[in-house]
Each structure stands twice: as structure tokens, then as C-alpha cells.
């Protein structure tokens, strides 16, 4: 009697059988452009045999940093069908220069180059990326904004080539797709265009550590989703224009170390999402702390150092709680050290405000921060013994700087070893200070942590996580 195979076994030798039918006509990339992988990845490295290495389809066997995909169009040996589509497969991603062991993509030689088939070779290309690949000698970008270079990009990165030359105008050329222009550690020069507020869909603009001049252009508020803005370390100058205060999506604000000057736009309080800002060593001046950051409840980093705002401290950090980092070094400040900043500030990780005029004693409340990591105060005019115990001074090491303040002293018995090398230089106390004796009656109702007191341990280190990364 014959024997049926079961439905079970059918079904698997179908699902096999249309695997390899898949498996068969699974689309090769271009030859053309499998051979300007090729090239690209020569003027690369030209020492690797890229060719010998990768000999097969480069989509299915490539070394990390390519990436391919599939895109569907008509077929066309059957365009009167709409329905009939045929896959090809192209590069999409390119990832030069080697990181680490986690993406470890091809490695750049000294004298790598940028060869002119990147700019004409891939029509589907999302990502383009370059690590420490030139850096001696000198190459110049080719000026793409004219081309039809970028059709598809969306992140374009370029960080640590100090060889790297062009204007930024010319490298940016349409992307209207682009999300992440990274142009960090190169030698871009010349001005920001304006039209770089036509990339509507940018997320990301960090322009740091280059040569670019001129003023921060108006259109840059059109870029609604923008997150990120990082002009740091340029030659930038001019007013900082209040349309800054459109980019109501941003949580990133760098433009430090530039030649900003005049007024520190108001409208910058609009930026309600804002968590890090850092305006330090510009030359903003004479208008004082701004008052509106203390209505930017989100704010977790700010840093004015560097500028004469001058004036006082002012009280501002009702709504300020999440606050982790504070830099008002070298701001031509005077008067006292508000304590109430240490009533609100409770999450505070570290603090600098040395090289200024303050006065009056250091706060004790100082030393009751839990997450406290670093405190600098030096060069002030403060006076008095320091009240921190020798546990805190211990906690803190040489990152407790108090020295340049003349009037100040400390008890020997509150300077242990650890502490000498950096307190050593302050006078010591005419008389030892002993704490008042406080009697503490048994409460048995504090014999075990509250629920309250269980529930915040985990939120207390998440916060010591956030402070050990503010010091790398």
C-alpha cells in the first residue's frame, strides 16, 4: 500500500523548497559598483588586498563598515504590470577608519585619500563615516553641492581629521534627507551657510573643534526637530541671535570656546526641553547671570565660565533640582555664596567657581551634598574656617581646591594624609573647632529604611552614574 506523506512533511519540504528558490535569486551587487567599493577601500589603505580578502558579492561577505540593502522597483521587462517588482541591492552604508574591537571598520592608513567614486558611485547611500583617517596629509573636500551627491544621506560624520580641508558650504551640498552632520577634530573653514536651515529633517549639527568664522545664521532656527547644536571651538563671533530660542526641540546647546559677545539671548528661556548648556569662554559681559535659567526646569548641566557677566549669585534654583553641573569660573563675580543654592541643588555633582571675587565663608551645606565629586573655589577673596569634616576632604581628594583664598583656614585635625596634597597650602586655624555635643534619643519607628528610603537607593545611583560621567 502506498505510503502519503503527511501534511506536516509537506508543508517543510515547501517551505525548503522556496527557501533555495529565494536563496537563488537573491539579487548580486553591480559590478560597477562592487568595483568602486573597491577602489574606495584602496585609497583607503592601499597595504590591505582588499580584493584577496573580500573576493565574493560585497554584500553578502564585506568587511565590517559596509552595508548593503534591498530596494524594490518595477520590473523592467514587465512595466505594463504595476504589480511586478524586481529587488536590487546597494550599498548603503560606509564606515572607514577603526574604532574598536565593537566596529572595528576598515583602518586608515597615513596617507589615506578621498576618492572622487564616493561622491558619484552610490546613489543609495544613508551613511558616511570617517575616523582619525586623515590626519597628515592634507585633503581637500571636493565641493559636492552642485551634484547630486547625498540624494539619500542621513548621517554624514567626519571626526578627529585635522587633514581634512573645505568649506563647509561646499560639503553639505542638498541633503534635504540628512538627520546628523558630524564635523568634529577637522580643518572645515569659512561661514555657516544659510542654507543649512533648508535641511528640515537635521537632528543633529555638531560643527565643533574646526575653523569657521562669521556669525550664527538666523535660518538655523527654521530646523525644528534639530536636538543637538554643537558649534564649539571655532572662531565664531558676532551676537548670538535670539531665533535660537525657536528650536524648541533641542536638548544639546554648546557654543563655547567662540567670540560670541553682547547679550545672552533671552528668548534661549523658550528652550523648556533644554538638559545641557554651555556658553563658557565667549565674550558675553556686563548683563550678569542670566535670571531666566531658573525658569529652565530641565537644565542638568550649565556651564557661563569665561565670561564677565559679573554681579551676584542670584537666586534662582527653586526649580533647579536636577542641576548636576555647575561652571561659573572667571565670571568677575562678587558678593557671597548664596546657601540656599545647596538647599534646592541637592543632586549636585560638581561645582566650579574659582577666579572670581566671592566672599564671606564657604557654606557648609556644601558639605552635606551627597553626590558632590568635585568643588573648586580657589583664587576668591572667601575667609574663615572650612567647615567640611575630615570624612568629606577625604571623599573629595584634590578635587576639593580652595587654595587662593587668603582668608581662609583649616583645622589639622580634619587633614588627613590623603588631603595634605591639596590643602596643604591653606593656614591652619588658630584654634582647633569641636562640634557641638547633640544628644540622639532611640526612635524605634527609624530601626528599618521607610519604603520611601527603599525606592530613592535606586534613584540615588542612577544620579551617582550620571555624576561619575560629568568627570571623564
Known amino acids: 500500500m502506498a505510503t502519503f506523506p503527511s501534511s506536516a512533511s509537506m508543508f517543510a519540504s515547501v ?21 568602486s567599493v573597491y577602489e574606495v577601500l584602496s585609497s583607503i589603505n ?9 573576493p565574493d558579492d560585497l554584500c553578502f561577505s564585506a568587511p565590517h563598515g559596509i552595508v548593503c540593502d534591498y530596494f524594490e522597483q518595477p520590473n523592467s521587462q514587465n512595466l505594463s504590470v504595476s504589480s511586478t517588482l524586481s529587488q536590487t541591492v546597494h550599498v548603503t552604508e560606509l564606515s572607514f577608519g577603526y574604532v574598536s574591537d565593537y566596529t572595528p571598520n576598515p583602518p586608515c592608513s597615513p596617507n589615506s585619500t578621498l576618492n572622487p567614486l564616493l561622491f558619484t558611485s552610490f546613489k543609495f547611500l544613508r551613511k558616511l563615516f570617517f575616523y582619525k583617517c586623515f590626519t597628515e596629509t592634507p585633503v581637500v573636500v ?46 572645515v573653514y569659512g561661514n555657516i551657510p544659510g542654507g543649512i ?32 547644536l554643537d558649534l564649539s571651538q571655532n572662531h565664531l563671533d558676532g551676537n548670538v541671535p535670539e531665533s535660537l530660542g525657536n528650536l524648541s526641540q533641542i536638548l544639546k546647546l554648546d557654543l563655547s570656546y567662540n567670540g560670541f559677545s553682547g547679550k545672552i539671548p533671552v528668548s534661549l528661556v523658550n528652550l523648556q526641553g533644554l538638559e545641557f548648556l554651555d556658553l563658557s569662554f565667549n565674550r558675553f559681559g556686563n548683563f550678569g547671570v542670566p535670571l ?42 562678587v558678593g557671597k555664596i548664596p546657601p540656599s543654592m545647596w538647599v534646592y541643588l541637592r543632586n549636585l555633582c560638581y561645582l566650579r567657581l574659582d577666579n572670581n571675587k566671592l566672599e564671606g565663608n564657604v557654606p557648609e551645606e556644601l558639605g552635606f551634598l551627597e553626590f558632590i565629586n568635585e568643588i573648586n573655589l580657589e ?55 569641636i562640634p557641638n ?4 534619643k532611640e526612635d524605634n519607628s527609624l530601626s528599618s529604611l521607610s519604603s520611601a528610603q527603599v525606592l530613592s537607593s535606586s534613584y540615588e545611583l542612577t544620579i551617582l552614574g550620571l555624576c561619575l560621567s560629568l568627570l571623564w
Open 15 to 35: 517551505l525548503l523548497l522556496s527557501s533555495l528558490m529565494v536563496s537563488h535569486q537573491q539579487p548580486l551587487l553591480d559590478s560597477t559598483e562592487q568595483d
Open 46 to 54: 592601499s597595504a590591505i588586498s582588499w580584493r584577496t580578502l573580500f
Open 142 to 187: 571636493p565641493n559636492v553641492s552642485s551634484s547630486s551627491f547625498g540624494a539619500k544621506l542621513e548621517e554624514l560624520v567626519f571626526v578627529e581629521n585635522p587633514a581634512l580641508v573645505g568649506s563647509l558650504s561646499g560639503i553639505i551640498g542638498n541633503f534635504t534627507n540628512l538627520r546628523r552632520l558630524v564635523l568634529t577634530g577637522n580643518g
Open 197 to 228: 536651515g533648508n535641511l528640515v529633517n537635521m537632528e543633529e549639527i555638531t560643527l565643533s573643534r574646526n575653523q569657521l568664522t562669521g556669525n550664527v545664521p538666523f535660518s538655523l532656527s527654521k530646523l525644528k526637530k534639530l536636538r543637538i
Open 292 to 333: 531666566f535659567l531658573g525658569e529652565m526646569p530641565r537644565l542638568r548641566e550649565m556651564y557661563l565660565s569665561g565670561n564677565l557677566l559679573g554681579g551676584h549669585i542670584p537666586e534662582i534654583w527653586e526649580k533647579l533640582g536636577g542641576v548636576m553641573g555647575i561652571g561659573f569660573s572667571d565670571m568677575g563675580l
Open 379 to 433: 583664587n576668591n577673596n572667601l575667609s574663615g574656617r572650612i567647615p567640611f569634616s575630615a570624612k568629606f576632604t577625604a571623599k573629595l581628594g584634590e578635587k576639593l581646591k580652595l587654595q587662593g583664598n587668603s582668608g581662609l583656614c583649616i583645622d589639622k585635625v580634619f587633614v588627613s594624609g590623603k588631603n595634605e596634597g591639596s590643602l596643604e597650602k591653606l593656614k591652619l586655624c588658630n584654634k582647633s573647632y
Open 437 to 440: 555635643p547633640v544628644l540622639f
